[in-house]
Every structure is written in structure tokens, then in C-alpha cells.
T-cell receptor
Framework: NAGVTQTPKFRVLKTGQSMTLLCAQD?????MYWYRQDPGMGLRLIHY???????AKGEVPDGYNVSRLKKQNFLLGLESAAPSQTSVYFC??????????FGAGTRLSVL | SQQGEEDPQALSIQEGENATMNCSYK?????LQWYRQNSGRGLVHLILIRSNEREKHSGRLRVTLDTSKKSSSLLITASRAADTASYFC????????????FGKGITLSVRP
């Protein structure tokens, strides 16, 4: 049972480049989330999804887009990366109102 | 905006001692959860306490919840070096559609 898998684990981008982070879960969870973690800031919610085909904005959605075409996958896209998007990105999944299971994170640097 | 605020920001104790961490929040909640994060890793769920519960135990962990004061505490008894990590409280706010709001975390160092 793999749980929540994030790819890639590390990435370096130049300003203006685009990329997609993939999150996959094998627990049949309805809810999926994307967070970013910055030093001294804790985790901040970027976007989340309450089911296949649905997405919603979190606390810091600007500069990011998401898609949930399949229940097990949640994609986070950066269309034009900026240095302010240098961060560690975490994906999580859960059942409604329950605990969240996290991936190992993606470390992104935007130069 | 951050809902949970942990206190202290950092804690250093000797192995075998107890560690107490506090969390305060601002709005009505369905439940409050504590997570641990080891350096360079993802968060791992520790314990969940519902708004109608006052105390919960899990192994060496004891969590209390005081909804009148909007606060929670996490007690780790007989700490071990392996408990060294960051600890986060997260609140499931009433009406927030299962989103969690995390605090900034507490860094716990347990000296061997």
C-alpha cells in the first residue's frame, strides 16, 4: 500500500518556466489537497478537491492551477514559475472530516 | 490565515522527560488534530480529538481540548530521541468542508 505518492521529489526551474506536480493516492479517498510549506509559515492550503472533477481555492491559490480528472490523481500546475513559488509542496488525501495522509513532498526551487 | 497557534515555538528537553505543547485557535471546530513532521519528510497524523471530547490518549501521547478556552495541549510522556521532530496542530473548522488549518509548528528536540 503506497499511500500518497508525489512526483517529482526535487525540481529546479527558471523564472517563467512551467511544470506540473503529480499526486497519486491509492486509498480511494474523496478529498485531496495541495499545500506549500515555507520556513516559519507552517502549511498553507493552495487548492483542494472534494471529489473527482471538482476543485476549489484554498488560502494561497494565485499562480497555481489544479485538475482532478481521476479520483486517485490531483495535479498542481505552475504556468509561469516565479521565485516566490520556491517552496516545499505537499499533497494530502482524506476521507470527509477525517485525518489527512501526506506525501513525502516536492522541493521546488525557482531561480 | 493561520487558525492554530502553537506554543512554545521551540522546546528542548532531556530524554525521559515529558514534553508539553500547546495550541490555541479562534473559531468553532469539528475536531483538532496533531501531526508530526520529521526533518525532510511529510506530515504524519498522531491523534484526533473531536469537539465533544475533553481528553484522549494514544500510547505515550495525551491530548486535551478545552473548547471554552479554544485551546489544546499535547503531552508526550517519557520522551525519546526519536521524538525529535516538528509538531503541528490543525483545526477542522465548523463549516470548512473538511479543510484543515495548520499552525506554524513547534520544534521539539530531545537530547539523548
Amino acid at each position: 500500500n503506497a499511500g500518497v505518492t508525489q512526483t517529482p521529489k526535487f525540481r529546479v526551474l527558471k523564472t517563467g518556466q512551467s511544470m506540473t506536480l503529480l499526486c497519486a493516492q491509492d486509498m480511494n479517498h474523496e478529498y485531496m489537497y495541495w499545500y506549500r510549506q515555507d520556513p516559519g509559515m507552517g502549511l498553507r492550503l493552495i487548492h483542494y478537491s472534494v471529489g473527482e472533477g471538482t476543485t476549489a481555492k484554498g488560502e494561497v491559490p494565485d499562480g497555481y492551477n489544479v485538475s482532478r480528472l481521476k479520483k486517485q490523481n490531483f495535479l498542481l500546475g505552475l504556468e509561469s514559475a516565479a521565485p516566490s513559488q520556491t517552496s516545499v509542496y505537499f499533497c494530502a488525501s482524506s476521507r470527509r472530516g477525517n485525518i489527512q495522509y501526506f506525501g513525502a513532498g516536492t522541493r521546488l526551487s525557482v531561480l | 490565515s493561520q487558525q492554530g497557534e502553537e506554543d512554545p515555538q521551540a522546546l528542548s528537553i532531556q530524554e525521559g522527560e515529558n514534553a508539553t505543547m500547546n495550541c490555541s485557535y479562534k473559531t468553532s471546530i469539528n475536531n483538532l488534530q496533531w501531526y508530526r513532521q520529521n526533518s525532510g519528510r511529510g506530515l504524519v497524523h498522531l491523534i484526533l480529538i473531536r469537539s465533544n471530547e475533553r481528553e484522549k490518549h494514544s500510547g505515550r501521547l495525551r491530548v486535551t481540548l478545552d473548547t471554552s478556552k479554544k485551546s489544546s495541549s499535547l503531552l508526550i510522556t517519557a520522551s525519546r530521541a526519536a521524538d525529535t521532530a516538528s509538531y503541528f496542530c490543525a483545526t477542522d473548522e465548523a463549516g470548512a468542508n473538511s479543510k484543515l488549518t495548520f499552525g506554524k509548528g513547534i520544534t521539539l528536540s530531545v537530547r539523548p
